[in-house]
Each structure stands twice: as structure tokens, then as C-alpha cells.
């Protein structure tokens, strides 16, 4: 069921691009935030967050332990470029009830985690991000991860 929604999502999500559902221009100094909460429960988190910028940029996601860097130019013959970034976690646990894991995926980086059994997802991963616009370089939490901020940030790239 949740596998169904989410190829749903995602094939809706490409409609949209392809169609131009989501068209609102960007202002120079600014970058908007789309965010998609795919599914959402115990065990199971998925969001695809989408930044729209009006010009070549820089694509920061920081956290502990993880940081990468996106250099993202927008399309030819386009007012604003866009580039999609997916969180994903899963929390699972043997029959047992002895064991239990977190995996995470946020943007290029997967981890698996040993947590205890009692421990819920909510405890160790959640998202955070809050659709909006906002100006570059700015700072933005967008999930917790083991108790710490991932954060974003768009801005100018820099060499």
C-alpha cells in the first residue's frame, strides 16, 4: 500500500513538472521551498522537498556527520531552475522484538543505525522542513537526525 501511494506521488510529482502545475516565479535574491509529505507514520517517513531559484546556485544540506553541496544551474530558455531533494527513513526490527534499526536516506547519504527496541522513529529522524520563500543563504532546519538539526542552504555557488 504505501509502495502503490508513493510510485502515485512520484508519478504526479513528474506530471507536474513536465506540465508546469507549479509555476511561480522566483525573485533574484530569494529561493521557494516546495515540500511533499509522501508518507508519514511510525515507522515510515518519505518527503520530497523541491527549491525553485532564479539563477545558477548552491545547494547546502548539513548535518551530523553528512555534508554535501549541490552546484545547480537552472534549464536554458527557463525563468528558474529546480532541484528535488528526498528524505527518507525506516525504522525496523527483527520478530524478536531484540533488535531494531533506523535507515536513513537524506539527499545522497544512507545510513543504517542500531537503535534500541523501544526506541521510535520520532525519536531519532524527523522532518522539519516548512514550505515557503525565503532569501539566500539563509540557514534552514529542515529535519533532526539522532537529536541534531539538518539543515539547508541556497545560495550563490561559490569556487
Given at each position: 500500500?504505501?509502495?502503490?501511494?508513493?510510485?502515485?506521488?512520484?508519478?504526479?510529482?513528474?506530471?507536474?513538472?513536465?506540465?508546469?502545475?507549479?509555476?511561480?516565479?522566483?525573485?533574484?535574491?530569494?529561493?521557494?521551498?516546495?515540500?511533499?509529505?509522501?508518507?508519514?507514520?511510525?515507522?515510515?517517513?518519505?518527503?520530497?522537498?523541491?527549491?525553485?531559484?532564479?539563477?545558477?546556485?548552491?545547494?547546502?544540506?548539513?548535518?551530523?556527520?553528512?555534508?554535501?553541496?549541490?552546484?545547480?544551474?537552472?534549464?536554458?530558455?527557463?525563468?528558474?531552475?529546480?532541484?528535488?531533494?528526498?528524505?527518507?527513513?525506516?525504522?525496523?526490527?527483527?520478530?524478536?522484538?531484540?533488535?531494531?534499526?533506523?535507515?536513513?536516506?537524506?539527499?545522497?547519504?544512507?545510513?543504517?543505525?542500531?537503535?534500541?527496541?523501544?526506541?521510535?522513529?520520532?525519536?531519532?529522524?524527523?522532518?522539519?522542513?516548512?514550505?515557503?520563500?525565503?532569501?539566500?543563504?539563509?540557514?534552514?532546519?529542515?529535519?533532526?537526525?539522532?537529536?541534531?538539526?539538518?539543515?539547508?542552504?541556497?545560495g550563490k555557488p561559490t569556487l
Open positions: 500500500m504505501k509502495i502503490t501511494r508513493c510510485l502515485l506521488l512520484l508519478m504526479a510529482s513528474g506530471f507536474c513538472s513536465i506540465s508546469g502545475c507549479q509555476r511561480q516565479d522566483v525573485a533574484p535574491s530569494f529561493f521557494r521551498l516546495a515540500v511533499q509529505d509522501v508518507v508519514a507514520d511510525e515507522d515510515f517517513q518519505i518527503s520530497l522537498l523541491t527549491v525553485y531559484y532564479p539563477q545558477a546556485t548552491c545547494i547546502s544540506i548539513d548535518g551530523e556527520g553528512f555534508h554535501h553541496k549541490i552546484y545547480a544551474d537552472k534549464a536554458r530558455n527557463s525563468r528558474q531552475g529546480k532541484h528535488l531533494l528526498p528524505l527518507i527513513a525506516a525504522r525496523v526490527a527483527d520478530a524478536d522484538g531484540e533488535k531494531a534499526f533506523v535507515q536513513t536516506h537524506i539527499v545522497r547519504d544512507l545510513n543504517v543505525e542500531s537503535i534500541s527496541p523501544e526506541e521510535r522513529l520520532s525519536e531519532f529522524f524527523g522532518i522539519f522542513a516548512k514550505e515557503g520563500t525565503y532569501k539566500l543563504n539563509t540557514p534552514i532546519t529542515i529535519a533532526r537526525y539522532q537529536g541534531k538539526p539538518v539543515t539547508l542552504v541556497v
